[in-house]
């Protein structure tokens, strides 16, 4: 199990299937073609960012960290508070100038995989020989019949995978907001100064959202027993196995292991359930 820290995350700006105005910090990164396949990346924009309203047939959790996001006139999400979106929901997405967002990019509960970033800025750039991305969406002209126009991002996934793409039925009408200084910490049983808090357990795969705090000095095994854990320090310092991490450091705990959990200074954890699929 390897820490990472956003000082020494990849880089990267906008895939051609969207437009400019949005930056990447790559934090964790699954094993592309695999069903579970996953990324944890901080993601940046400029007040001019924005997409056409799209779909997709994965899933998204974002924590905003700074500033807001809007996707839709009356859904907007604030600073501190965290969202889900179902696959097959359908959003438009503004970013405020400046605006930071811990995002997680995941597969949905139909199983049809997490398309990986190398897959999608490679089909992307190819794509480009036989038309063109505009504001969002990707526009060319068939041998036969007029031009057509499709989703940049859906343009890309059925070249890439080489077929149509298919959405599951939303199971939720909009993305859910979830504020997590509502909810209330609670002790875990047996383990002296931490506590944990649930936001919510989503879908038939087991989707889990929840934030753990540990005070300082205290310390804690983390076990992935049901599902396999992306975890993210949202503030203080301490060690992971031994490795130091810090504010915005991050690690996944594969299921049948643990990270022993060690803090310097009082900790605050978002930790996500991945689902499963065997």
């Not at 094993?31 to 799209?54: A, M, S, W």
């Not at 597969?107 to 970033?117: K, L």
């Not at 504010?247 to 803090?263: C, H, Y």
Request: proline fraction near 4%; include cysteine.
């Amino acid at each position: 199990m390897a820490v990472a820290h956003r000082s020494n995350a990849q880089r990267e700006g906008a895939s051609a299937h969207r437009n400019d105005g949005i930056a990447f910090e790559h934090l964790l990164v699954g094993e592309e073609g695999t069903k579970d396949n996953f990324i944890l990346t901080i993601v940046t924009t400029e007040e001019e960012y924005k997409t056409p309203r799209h779909r997709h047939n994965f899933e998204q959790i974002r924590f905003v960290l700074k500033g807001e996001m809007q996707y839709g006139p009356d859904h907007i999400q604030e600073e501190g508070t965290v969202a889900y979106f179902c696959e097959g929901t359908y959003y438009t997405q503004k970013g405020s100038d400046g605006s930071e967002t811990l995002l997680l990019q995941l597969a949905g509960p139909s199983g049809q995989g997490y398309m990986s970033q190398r897959q999608l800025r490679l089909g992307a750039k190819e794509l480009q020989a036989k038309g063109s991305f505009e504001d969002g969406v990707f526009s060319w002209a068939p041998e036969h019949g007029g031009r057509r126009k499709q989703d940049g991002y859906e343009a890309v996934w059925e070249y890439v995978n080489g077929k149509p793409v298919r959405y599951s039925k939303p199971r939720y009408v909009f993305p859910i907001i979830m504020d997590p200084a509502s909810f209330d910490y609670l002790p875990v049983r047996g383990a002296s100064g931490v506590e944990e808090k649930s936001l919510g357990r989503f879908n038939e795969r087991g989707l889990e959202i929840k934030m753990m705090k540990v005070q300082a000095g205290a310390s804690f095994d983390l076990k992935a027993s049901e599902r396999p854990l992306v975890v993210c320090a949202m503030s203080g310092e301490g060690y992971a196995n031994g490795e130091p991490y810090g504010a915005l450091s991050a690690f996944r705990v594969k299921r049948g292991e643990s990270a022993g959990l060690k803090a310097d200074l009082e900790t605050e954890f978002f930790i996500v359930g991945l689902p499963t699929f065997d």
